[in-house]
Nanobody, 119 residues
Framework: QVQLVESGGGLVQPGGSLRLSCAASGSIFRIYTMGWYRRAPGKERELVAEIDSGGNINYGDSVKGRFTFSRDNTKNTVYLQMNSPRPEDTAVYYC?????????????WGQGTQVTVSS
């Protein structure tokens, strides 16, 4: 059983900062991709940032230059440093990973963490 557990969401003021974490646990053979998506009310889910199997980090256009993605391979954990967030960054943030576990390859999602940007 593979689990993705997010933490770090909450209320943040515009221009402040917030860091999200996502830890993968369970019987993991290999993590191919891992990162963050978000869904704002009334909008489609969109990519925030994700690292692919080649180590390349892809950012969504709306967060480039403001958010920073990082990874700690020793802990199977990824982070999202949100600097200068804006009210339009308010959304539920989901951790996502493509993982092979016990001979099976699958997509996994975390339960989501709410981020609200408001003064």
């Amino acid at each position: 059983q593979v689990q993705l557990v997010e933490s770090g969401g909450g209320l943040v003021q515009p221009g402040g900062s917030l860091r999200l974490s996502c830890a993968a646990s369970g019987s993991i053979f290999r993590i191919y991709t891992m990162g963050w998506y978000r869904r704002a009310p009334g909008k489609e889910r969109e990519l925030v940032a994700e690292i692919d199997s080649g180590g390349n980090i892809n950012y969504g256009d709306s967060v480039k230059g403001r958010f920073t993605f990082s990874r700690d391979n020793t802990k199977n954990t990824v982070y999202l440093q949100m600097n200068s967030p804006r009210p339009e960054d308010t959304a539920v943030y989901y951790c996502h990973a493509e993982i092979s576990s016990r001979g099976l390859y699958a997509n996994y999602w975390g339960q989501g963490t709410q981020v609200t940007v408001s003064s």
